[in-house]
Structure formats: C-alpha cells, structure tokens
C-alpha cells in the first residue's frame, strides 16, 4: 500500500526535477525545435489531416469532413496508375543509369593513385550538382532544343550518328528519357561521392590479400568490392527511390506534355493541389500522403531484404 | 626473351594507363560541357548566336553581352531585385541555420536532459522526410500569416527544412572536443553559457563553415518551394525569376547570349564557394554524405 503510494508521486517528481535540471539542454534546442516544428513537423502532420477534408483553398468555405470519401476516391482515380506508371518509368529509367556510372566513374577514381589527381577528377565531377538546379532547366531546355541547341548539332553535324529523335522535349517518345538524360548528368556526381566514401572504407589489406591469392582485376572487383560495398548500394536505392514523386523537373521543362508523356505522379499531385479548379488541396494532399506510405514501406521492405541477403 | 615480355608488359600497362586517364577526361569533360557550351554563348557575338547550325564553339569572343546585363542591371530594377532576393533569402537561411545548429549541436553532444536522444533521432530522420508531402499544408500556413510572396514566407520553411544535416554535422562536430577540456573549464568554475562561447565555440568553426556551405548551396538553387510561394518579382529569387527573363527572337535587347550570360551570373556564388572553400565542401561531402 505504501509503495503503490509512493511510486506514482516520485516518479513524475524525479522527472520534472531532471528536466528542470537539464533547462540549459532545452533552452539550446529551442531556436532549432520551434523552426523544425512549426515549418517541418507542423506541416507534415496537418497535410496527413487534410487527407479526410473536403478543402479547396479559393472556396475555404466549402472546408467539410469527408472522411475517407478523399482515400476512396483517389484508390478509383484512374490517373494515379497512369502517372504513376510515368514516375515508375522514369525511376526505372534514371535509378540503374545513375548508379551504374556513379559506380563506374567511382572505382576509376578510386584507383588514380595520386591524391591531388584524384582531388581534381573528384571536384570536375561533382561540379554539375553545386550548380543552381532552377537555372540549369532553363539551359538544358536550350540544350535539348531542336533547332539552336547544341545536342542535336553536336550528334548529327559533328558526330554524324544516325539519330533518330530530333525533338527531346518535344517528342512524347523522348521526353521522359530527356529528363532522365538531365538529371543523370546532374546528379552522378552526389551518388559519385556515396561510392567513393564506401571504396575508402574497404581497407587496403583487404585488397592487397586477395591480389596476393592471385585474383585479377576483374575477380577482385566482382569479390571483394561490389559486396563490401552493398551497404552503400541500400542507401543509394533509399535516397533514389525519392524520385517516384518528383515535381520539379518536369513542371519546369514540360509542364508534363507533350501528351501526358511527362505527368509523373508528383506533378500531378502538385497541379491538384495548386492549379486545377479550386486548388483541390485536401484532395492533393491525399496524392502525396499515400505516395509517402508507399515509398516508406518499399524502403523498409527493401532494407529488410537487402539485410537478409547481407547476412 | 625475358626482356621482350618485359617491355611488352611495360607498353601493354602504358596502353591501359592512356585508356584509363582518356576515360576519366572524357567523363570530366562531358560533366564541363553544358557549362562550358553556355560559357560559349554568353561570350560570343549576336551574329553568332541566331545561325542554324549554331557552332559549338564561337569563332569571336565578346565582351558586349555582359556589358547589356552590367547596362540591364543599373537600368531595370528587376534584375536587380532578383539577385537582391537571392541574396537575402540566401543569406538569412545560413545565418538562421547556423545559429540554430550550433546551439542545438552543443546541447545534443555536450548536455544532459531528458528525452535528448529521442528527440535528436526525430530531427534528423527529417533529413529524407519529403518536403511534397508538408506543401499543402505549408502553403495554406503561409498564406494564413500573409507571407506568400514574402521574403520570410521562403526563408522561414528553408531554414526548416535545412536544419537536420548541420544539426547532425555539429552534434558530431562538439563530440570530437576531449571531455578534458570540458572538465578543466567546469573545474574552473565556467558555467554552461561560458563553457559553450569561450571554450567549445572557437573550436567548432570549420564545422560551422561547412554548415554555412551545405545550406548556402542547395537555398541558392532552389526551385519548389520559391515557385510555389512566389508569382511577384518582389519576392522571387533569381533561381525563378530568371524564367521571366527568357529570350525569345534575335531581336530586343534580351537575346539568348545575354540570357546565358545572367545565367552564368547566377552560378558564381555556389561557383566561388565550390572552387573557393574546396577544403571544407570535401570535408562536410565526407561527413554528411548520406543527404546527397
């Protein structure tokens, strides 16, 4: 009876007192948690409570609870599996590209062995992902344009392959592979630097071992490398898949067309949200929630999958 | 015999070095090529610019391209504005970051309070939360406390959204100090704000320098959220804004190569920073890899 009757008031007590002793600890935290939560964990949490109203933001007074009138109506939108199929192509497209040249390009560097060499290919390389993105649409849309850009001029004029698309952007056929051309050359470079960070870990006696056993290049690379660096693979594959619900690449260069070619799911989500009708937002809202379980749960079952397969 | 095999070992490993460093110049050079392609068109004459085919490479250099933006820049206010934008917007979210990350990094290294773990894993799991999925919400805030077309309306969600990866550099950054010093300063009777300015402070500002980097870059590029919360040239910073200046025929004074050329204008700060600060840009890729 005592101890029933102690437990319940020292306990709180003993906590308050430690939080009262750690004040300093929180008055630090302060400035930092009131900008996480008002503008990152406030937002977040309040688009997933718009999911289950009827909002469009020029007609606010029409804001009604729907429950899950939103989720069933998005499960019947036949325009989720179409631009969704157009993020899938261009993950599918742009994820194995970008990798497998990051790759590349990171065991060739990897093997330059003088440091300062090494430092020059690393910082050439990276370039293009320091450059400003807004502006870089703008000078590839000039690159890819038919006429005056510099793409089609250098393939057929210098180069003179046997092109068969001459209109990138414009060519509903090639439009999607566009956008993938681009952000491949933008951002090899950030997945470069994930591979070489994961090379610089394998140690150099693991290397030396298996060269003294007798293993070629090519052995070594297939036996040694690649499987030590499949951690780095998993969180390659994590920060890519992000790219299922990219907006802004094609809101900038295509306005998704021609034809639909480049809606990807995002960007139809964002034109749901901010320009159809009323700027249906508790409906777009939905688009990018489900979108956010979704990629969460392959990336979960992909880390569990790929731990097992480490193991 | 044996000499043979040698020098033939000796030229086949010659062969394979000239294939491997040509591969690497190739890669270099098609990374350069865009860049130096809009180098190409920001320098060269009208004349040269509206030919089909338009060459690669101009035949005459010229300086009158940037002397119309220079000429553009004290005229028409909205060049103007918009690099001003860029700067302040810029600017006040490294400083916000900065701040707000040094601080919270002492406390999360160095201080004693409960739920300091939990709470640090919630901030930096925003590190690969998506910034799509809090925009509606965020618009409709914003737009509640009247700051869509604003300059705080985008420094104030930048400098959230920016926070997890100083955040985690900086907690790392305190941690590397010895606890001696720590222990000497406490024993010299140095309270916690004492010990944070005169002690810990100077000892981090590397780490804060690739903080100010890591933020600087990705804000100067950014294009979602200042599409979305601006549509007046008052507020736009220059990674929008240079949209509205898009060229269109060979006639009027905003051709394409004085488009290239305020284009390349905007590429100077990251440019400056990259090249300029390669030290500290290598150490922070190192360190906070797993966001890029």
Partial sequence: ?311 | MATISKTQIRASVLTRQIIFYAVLVLGAFLSLAPFLWLMGVAFRPIEEAYVVPMNLIPRHLTMENLQLVLDRFTRATSLVMLYRNSVIITGMTVFFVVTCTTLSGFAFSRLKFPGRDVIFWLVTIGMWMPLSTALPALYQMLSGFDLIDTLPGLILPYTGWHLALGNFIMRSAFSAIPKDLEDAATIDGAGTFRLFREIMFPLVSSSLVTVAIFTFVPVWGEYLLAFTFTSKVDAMPISIGIRLLNPGAGTGEWTFPVAATATLISFIPPMLIYFGLQKWFTKGLMEGALKF
């Fill in chain 1, 1 to 311: 009876m005592r101890i029933s009757a102690q437990r319940p008031s020292s306990k709180p007590l003993d906590l308050l007192r430690a939080i009262w002793r750690g004040k300093a600890g929180y008055l630090f935290i302060l400035p930092l948690l009131f900008f996480y939560t008002v503008f990152v964990l406030y937002p977040s949490a309040r688009t997933i409570w718009m999911m289950f109203m009827r909002y469009e933001f020029l007609r606010p007074d029409r804001l009604q609870f729907i429950g899950l009138a939103n989720i069933i109506e998005w499960a019947q939108d036949p325009r989720v599996w179409e631009t969704f199929g157009v993020a899938l192509k261009f993950t599918l497209m742009y994820v194995p590209a970008s990798t497998l040249i990051a790759l590349i390009v990171a065991i060739l560097l990897d093997r330059v062995r003088r440091p300062s060499v090494a430092s020059v290919f690393r910082t050439l390389y990276y370039f293009p992902v320091v450059l400003p993105a807004g502006m870089l649409y703008i000078a590839w849309q000039w690159i890819f344009d038919p006429t005056w850009g510099p793409l089609n001029h250098m393939l057929i004029n210098v180069l003179h392959l046997p092109v068969p698309w001459t209109r990138w952007l414009g060519d509903p056929n090639t439009s999607l592979l566009s956008l993938v051309l681009m952000s491949v050359w933008r951002l090899m470079g950030a997945t470069m630097i994930l591979f070489l960070v994961g090379l610089n870990n394998i140690p150099q006696e693991l290397n030396e071992a298996a060269r003294i056993d007798g293993a070629n290049e090519w052995q070594l690379l297939r036996h040694v490398t690649l499987p030590l660096l499949a951690p780095i693979f998993l969180v390659i594959m994590v920060l890519r898949l992000q790219v299922l619900g990219l907006i802004a690449e094609p809101l900038f260069m295509t306005e998704g067309g021609p034809v639909r070619s480049t809606m990807t799911y995002g960007l139809q989500a964002y034109y749901i949200t901010f320009r159809d009708g009323n700027w249906r937002m508790g409906y777009g809202a939905t688009w990018f929630v489900m979108l956010s379980i979704f990629s969460t749960l392959v990336a979960f079952l992909g880390w569990r999958w790929f731990r097992n397969r480490i193991d």
